[in-house]
């Protein structure tokens, strides 16, 4: 027939696939084929697949499906990041329990998942809400806990004040929830935090083996929120106060010209320091700043705010007396939550100097204009003014010289400060995994004990139970709060916080190479086998806490000597949007595509092949620009290709004899389809793909649909194919006459001698006649010539059952076959 019915193939294979498992990782020890484990961040389960799930994976799907096509055995499965606030907000509104949804999404999922044709091994499918999976988020926060790596502490939190929650630093986007947009409030709450900050070094070292493999601008997010700043801290007496006040800078060398100094307005610091007279003002000026976000406070085009406290400081290097001010351009919970203000070379402080008529010193002469007359402070290189014994010195030898002097007299050193900050695991939600701690009157924080984990979420709440309220849902449960203390025996309850669903994603790929193992999160032993991940696959939404979280875990379970890699990606692909219009797609816009209905009218193939030959993999795609019904037809030639080229011949044509242009064709498409894959260029790989369909078409309109170069040309677009249009390449590969899944080790090399451009002629003489013409490349080699020219159907003939005496090569152009 003229076209495919799209429908049918894709009941068909997916019949097949999942009957013969084509795609299963082998974990067979004698299989020693090379390993490949790609993995794709997995799905949060909100309703079905959409388009940015239909992109991400297709993408996916071509990395591996070409790993299983070259041979290898491949691990490429799938889960469900399945815990999270909106299975919650549906249970609440629906008074359901949030695993209802949950589970009901998941499921709605992997029949899509299965349709759009992943090649996945569905043996290995995890779900994070299972009990048998956070069980091990409990297992590993419990060796936390005993390194000192998970702690309590008091702290300012960002508050949601509609979700009721806290959020973290990055779940806050302009002052406002990421979620529900209400404007994040500051709180003081009791949380558990995991000590990343421990890592931050190493987490900055060990991206050296992540160049090539992530994208820069991924390393440099990483890099920037880290923000590791080299400098010193620095003392400052404070008169009427027993302790000095240290502060962090970066420029010790700048100390001369520190004016004023300035405490975070939020910070107990500035509370202490506040003399009498200035209280009530002060107090005004806190509440105020308590509303604002981190982002909001350091805004450089914000007027500047502040209050005099009434009080002064003392420089440590010429003993001057200088005004301490509170103001919120300085954060409480970065470097100690204080600083020396040095207005001449710190915009920041310049500002506020300027509206507050603070003095202005120049201590580093650039040759810039005066900064206070200009307003901007000079930051560069120069020599040192105004500066006592320092004066003369560069900027650079300074720094060493001042942080020495410091040193020697006890009022300061070299130190580096992480803008890092511990990761706050603690949410007052009810979907998630249950802290494993158990808080004793007599015996304080007690993990609970291994053979009790995991700590079960208590099954009994639903609906109106899970409304937030301030503290967590679980707090309701009383049955499950009362507890013996697994030490004393004393009557305790439980932790009723759970962990932040960073958590689940910081480790899972780790449980696909044992999903079922049972005494420990994963099975060490197959862990060394497949990891790290290959080829890592997600979006830019996670470039920065969802790897940074993943390579810490990483680091501690290195630590814990559980794996022998610091790194879990080597490689990291990240897919570009899936936009309409110019716009993300949106509900207020109107402007979705619905992945289901664009399946219903093209077919999966032609989605995919739309999906991929959009462009680059990082590129956003808009779907307004691309052609699905385009795709379409051509897969539809391409299918009349497989099935012309299939009726007209077997498979097993030895194609030597064929058509000399196609086959050149065929190997030249070869050699770049792999190249442009290897490279990641897969809209490349279409394109010549696209090229090679059109030249076999021609061959076959010409006539030659049964020789053996169309039937080779026909093969090699099932092979093609099957990275980007699974169906229809194993339909035709079917139609070519051959048994079992196009995607499993049939690639091929091209050969070096098609891939010529241009070629010379050589005579093929039998007993110095001149038999045949043959083109060849020029660099062709002396044994492929002759094996080329004793194919040669008229030099067959010729020499008929005379005997070969001797052939002479000349190569390239001339063969010479000696008869008896
Ligand atoms: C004096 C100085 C002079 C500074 C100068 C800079 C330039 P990074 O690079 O981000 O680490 N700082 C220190 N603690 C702060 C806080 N809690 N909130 C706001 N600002 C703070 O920045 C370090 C610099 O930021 C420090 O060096 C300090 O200002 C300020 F010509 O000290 B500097
Ligand atoms: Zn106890």
Redesign the pocket.
């Known amino acids: 027939s003229d076209s495919y019915d799209a429908r049918v193939l894709q009941d068909k294979w997916q019949a097949r696939w999942a009957k013969e498992n084509p795609f299963a990782a082998s974990e067979d020890p004698a299989d020693d084929r090379p390993r490949s484990f790609i993995v794709d961040m997995f799905p949060y389960p909100s309703g079905d697949l959409h388009m940015g799930h239909a992109e991400a994976f297709a993408i996916g799907d071509v990395i591996a499906r070409y790993r299983f096509q070259l041979g290898e055995n491949v691990l490429h499965p799938i889960g469900w990041d399945s815990f999270g606030l909106p299975a919650e907000n549906a249970a609440i509104k629906h008074d359901t329990h949030p695993a209802e949804w949950t589970y009901a999404n998941i499921e709605t999922q992997a029949e899509s998942f299965k349709r759009y044709g992943i090649a996945l091994d569905w043996s290995r499918r995890l779900h994070t809400s299972d009990p048998e999976y956070y069980r091990w988020n409990q297992w590993m926060f419990v060796r936390f806990f005993r390194k000192g790596l998970a702690y309590r502490k008091d702290g300012l939190v960002n508050w949601c004040p509609k979700d009721q929650t806290v959020l973290a630093n990055e779940q806050v986007v302009q002052g406002r929830c990421e979620r529900c947009h209400t404007e994040v409030e500051r709180r003081a709450l009791n949380q558990w935090y995991y000590k990343i900050t421990d890592y931050a070094q190493r987490l900055l070292d060990d991206m050296e083996q992540l160049r090539g493999g992530w994208a820069d601008d991924v390393l440099t997010m990483q890099r920037n929120w880290i923000?590791r700043?080299q400098?010193a801290d620095v003392d400052f007496a404070i008169e009427g106060r027993e302790e000095p006040v240290t502060?962090?800078?970066?420029?010790p060398d700048?100390l001369y010209g520190a004016t004023f100094f300035v405490v975070?307005a939020d910070a107990p610091l500035a509370d202490e320091l506040c003399a009498a007279e200035q209280r009530t003002v002060f107090e005004e000026y806190r509440a105020k700043v308590g509303k604002l976000s981190d982002i909001e406070r350091q805004s450089t085009d914000r007027e500047k705010t502040g209050v005099f406290l009434g009080r002064y400081a003392i420089n440590p290097v010429n003993g001057e007396r200088i005004p301490v001010w509170a103001a919120d351009?300085?954060?409480a919970d970065?470097?100690?939550?204080a600083?020396?203000a040095?207005p001449a070379?710190?915009q920041r402080?310049l500002d506020f100097a300027r509206t507050f008529d603070l003095p202005v010193r120049v201590v580093v002469e650039t040759g810039e204009a005066d900064p206070a007359e200009t307003g901007t402070?000079t930051?560069g290189e120069g020599t040192l003014v105004n500066s006592g014994p320092l004066d003369g010195m560069t900027k650079t030898d300074a720094i060493p010289q001042i942080i020495e002097v410091l040193a020697q007299r006890g009022t300061g050193s070299g130190t580096i400060?992480y803008?890092l900050r511990d990761w706050l695991l603690s949410r007052q939600r009810f979907w998630g995994t249950p802290i494993p701690i158990i808080h004793c009157p007599a015996c304080g924080e007690v993990p609970v004990p291994d053979d009790q984990l995991p700590v079960r979420l208590p099954d009994n709440l639903r609906g109106a139970d899970l409304a937030p309220k301030g503290v967590s849902p679980l707090a309701a449960a009383s049955d499950w709060v009362n507890v013996d203390c697994p030490e004393c025996g004393g009557a305790a309850k439980r932790d009723t916080d759970t962990m932040d669903t960073f958590v689940d994603s910081s480790w899972y790929f780790l449980r696909y190479c044992s999903p079922d193992f049972d005494t420990a999160p994963f099975d060490p032993e197959k862990v060394a086998e497949w990891g790290p991940v290959d080829q890592y696959i997600g979006g830019k939404e996670h470039a920065i806490l969802h790897l940074l979280y993943a390579r810490f875990f990483t680091k501690v379970l290195y630590d814990m000597g559980m794996i022998s890699f610091t790194e879990p990606f080597t490689r990291l692909l990240n897919q570009g949007q899936v936009i309409n219009e110019g716009r993300a797609m949106s509900k207020s816009l109107g402007n979705g595509v619905d992945l289901g209905k664009e399946i219903d009218r093209f077919g999966v193939d032609a989605v995919r092949l739309t999906v991929i030959f959009a462009g680059p993999p990082e590129e956003d795609i808009d779907w307004a620009d691309v052609s699905p019904a385009a795709s379409l037809k051509f897969l539809n030639r391409a299918y009349r290709v497989m099935a012309q080229a299939g009726a007209a011949s077997a498979p097993g044509l030895d194609p030597v004899t064929g058509d000399l242009e196609l086959r050149k064709a065929t190997h030249q498409a070869l050699a770049k389809i792999t190249e442009a894959v290897e490279a990641q260029r897969f809209n490349v790989a279409i394109a010549r793909t696209m090229e090679l369909v059109t030249a076999a078409r021609k061959a076959i309109e010409a006539g030659l649909a049964a020789d053996p170069a169309v039937r080779e040309a026909a093969e090699t677009i099932a092979i093609t194919l099957a990275l980007f249009a699974p169906y229809v390449a194993e339909e035709g590969w079917e139609l070519l006459g051959h048994a079992g899944s196009v995607t499993v080790g049939n690639w091929r090399s091209p050969d070096p001698a098609l891939l010529v451009q241009e070629s010379v002629t050589c005579v093929v003489q039998v007993a110095s006649k001149l038999r045949d013409k043959i083109e060849v490349a020029p660099d062709i080699s002396a044994e492929e010539l002759e094996r080329l020219a004793l194919a040669s159907e008229k030099v067959k003939n010729s020499i008929g059952d005379r005997q070969i005496r001797k052939v002479v090569v000349r190569q390239p152009k001339l063969v010479n076959i000696v008869v008896a």
């Open positions: 923000g700043s400098g502060v962090f800078t970066t420029r700048t975070a351009y300085v954060l970065y470097g100690h939550g600083i020396m040095v070379h710190d402080d402070a930051a400060n803008r």
